[in-house]
C-alpha cells in the first residue's frame, strides 16, 4: 500500500485494526498507553510522536517499509520465469 501522508497512514492502521477485531482499548493496553492516545492518533496523526507510531506498528503486528518515489512496490514472492 502507498502511504504519502500522515491522515493516509492513520487510516490504514484503523482499517488494520478493525479488520483485526480489536478496539483502541485494546491495543492501547498493548502498548502500556491510554485508550485516548490511539484516537489521537487515528483522528489528528500529525502530532503523534516517532515512539507512540512505532508502538502501535508494533501493536498491530505491523512493519513499515521504504521506498523510493516512483518505484514499484517490491514483488511478492519468486520473480524468476523458468
Do not use: C, Y
Not at 12 to 27: G, T
Not at 40 to 68: I, V, Y
Amino acid at each position: 500500500m502507498k502511504i504519502t501522508s500522515a491522515s493516509m497512514l492513520a487510516h490504514a492502521m484503523r482499517d488494520e485494526r478493525k479488520k483485526r477485531k480489536l478496539n483502541q482499548s485494546h491495543v492501547a493496553e498493548s502498548m502500556g498507553m491510554k485508550q485516548s492516545t490511539v484516537s489521537d492518533f487515528e483522528n489528528h496523526p500529525e502530532g503523534t510522536r516517532l515512539e507512540t507510531l512505532f508502538k502501535l506498528l508494533a501493536a498491530l503486528d505491523l512493519e513499515l517499509h521504504l521506498a523510493e518515489r516512483g518505484s514499484q512496490q517490491p514483488s511478492q514472492g519468486w520473480s524468476k520465469e523458468w
